[in-house]
């Protein structure tokens, strides 16, 4: 709200996301899930051994009981683990649909962005005449180009 662009397609280069950025942001949500989850599954594990000492106690010393509360450790892990591959499976998702977005994922497509000498972005026909030099920005580079009459060259 406090930038102005010259125009839509300069609006929406200024509020599109670079892919380095978004793959930086994406990565650091990962990182943080991956902490998050991680710490929620050593709070889990630890509230579990806390409660199998206190049944242990208060229950007989048997080998069924060990083998049960084995168990339900071994499903809170898997539990946790398949939670963390969801929520990785869930960021890549996000990820990719972001890049597609870029104006750079636009340049790769075979696109390209129309500039002024100014470095004000042409966004239609009419905004051009004979004659005026303009910069093509494509996905390797840019070029400079010249606006010839409909029909030249053709």
Avoid: F
């Avoid at 662009?5 to 892919?19: H, I, Q």
């Avoid at 597609?100 to 905004?127: F, H, N």
């Amino acid at each position: 709200a406090d930038v102005r662009a010259p125009t839509p397609s300069a609006a929406a280069e200024l509020v599109a996301p670079d892919r380095a950025e978004v793959a930086r942001a994406v990565n650091a949500l990962r990182t943080r899930g991956e902490v998050r989850l991680t710490r929620q599954l050593v709070a889990a594990r630890e509230a579990l051994d806390s409660r199998a000492q206190a049944l242990v106690g208060a229950l007989p010393d048997t080998a069924a009981h060990r083998a049960l509360l084995g168990e339900r450790a071994t499903t809170i892990v898997r539990l946790a683990g398949e939670r963390l591959a969801r929520s990785r499976e869930d960021t890549a998702a996000i990820a990719g649909r972001l890049a597609g977005l870029s104006p750079a994922a636009t340049l790769e497509r075979g696109y390209a962005v129309v500039e002024r000498p100014d470095g004000t972005i042409v966004t239609a026909v009419a905004a051009l005449a004979d004659g005026d030099r303009v910069a093509l920005r494509l996905r390797d580079g840019r070029r400079a180009a010249r606006i010839e009459p409909n029909g030249a060259g053709s």
